[in-house]
């Protein structure tokens, strides 16, 4: 059975609607035995939006917003292939991972409908992984030292689809790429902000000393010890392990340092 048949088999909800006629484009045959939204196996109830499906399904997902990604900036770096390298080995064969690779290969050169495939993710999973998988694609942008206007826009117009908050997004974004570019960068639809006149590239720096600690937290400066607490446990609750489970080992090292870099920002708020 070919990698991406047996993807299709293992499949629930990402098997069908965007994300699983992506992948049953690529193997050039219709989708067979995965429910579809017409057929009432396919069908949710509406309410809290929590995790359905396999871990299968997260990491479908994931490959084809990675591969979003990577389209953004019209080339794909070496050492965003070794970024995604380690989580796919941590979470399949060595076999499996090198034709995840090639799968994800072939899903850069699709033309992938980004909003319509956000809208089936976050109807089938909760907002922590939601928040997890926008998390590890700003590790993904980053990894090449390089932070692109394109990388930025795609970010911020698959955290909007995906529900993630302004207060966590500029968390997320301060942590990754740096205090203080939050607002400067522009962003995707009203929400975020409108762009803001930047183009060209930022290096990264991968020293968080110079972050700003209130951005780091999601918050403005001069929010009050309250907030500065109140965020803080947000956050220290979303990095808890039990948050990253399934997710690979490569998110949970991940969360680790993010962990790490949020408890060194609540010191330097927090009163003595």
């Known amino acids: 059975m070919s990698i991406l048949k047996w993807i299709l088999t293992g499949l629930g909800w990402a098997g069908s609607g965007p994300i699983g ?29 929590q995790n359905r499906g396999s871990e299968a399904d997260v990491h479908a997902s994931l490959l084809v917003l990675i591969a979003a990604v990577m389209q953004a900036d019209g080339s794909v770096q070496r050492s965003e292939l070794d970024y995604v390298k380690r989580f796919l080995r941590e979470n399949y064969s060595e076999d499996k991972a090198k034709e995840l ?11 992938i409908p980004v909003d319509d495939v956000c809208m ?14 926008v998390d590890f694609l700003y590790g993904l942008a980053v990894s090449d030292s390089d932070f692109d206007v394109s990388e ?3 970010l911020r117009r698959i955290a909007l689809h ?6 966590d997004l500029r968390s997320i974004h301060a942590r990754h790429v740096g205090g203080g570019t939050y607002g400067n960068y522009g962003g ?9 006149g930047y183009s060209g590239s930022r290096s990264y720096n991968p ?6 600690p209130y951005e780091v937290l999601g918050l403005e400066k001069g929010a009050s010890q309250a907030e500065i607490k109140r965020a803080y446990r947000r956050l220290a609750m979303k990095y808890h ?4 489970e399934g997710m690979g080992e490569e998110v949970k090292k991940n969360s680790e340092r993010q962990f790490k870099e949020i408890n060194e920002a609540y010191e330097k708020l927090r009163e003595k």
Do not use: C, F, W
């Open 207 to 212: 020293d968080s000393s110079g972050r700003d």
């Open 162 to 167: 995906l529900g993630i908050n302004n207060m």
């Open 101 to 111: 690779l090639t799968t994800l290969r072939d899903l850069t050169k699709q033309s």
């Open 120 to 133: 089936q993710i976050k109807v089938n999973t909760s907002y922590d992984t939601r928040y997890h998988i």
């Open 241 to 244: 392990p039990d948050k990253v």
């Open 21 to 49: 006629a992506l992948i049953g484009y690529l193997i050039g045959s219709a989708i067979e035995g995965i429910a579809s939204p017409s057929n009432p196996s396919a069908q949710h109830k509406r309410g809290r939006y």
């Open 188 to 196: 995707y639809g009203s929400q975020y902000g409108g762009y803001g």
């Open 152 to 154: 930025d826009l795609i």
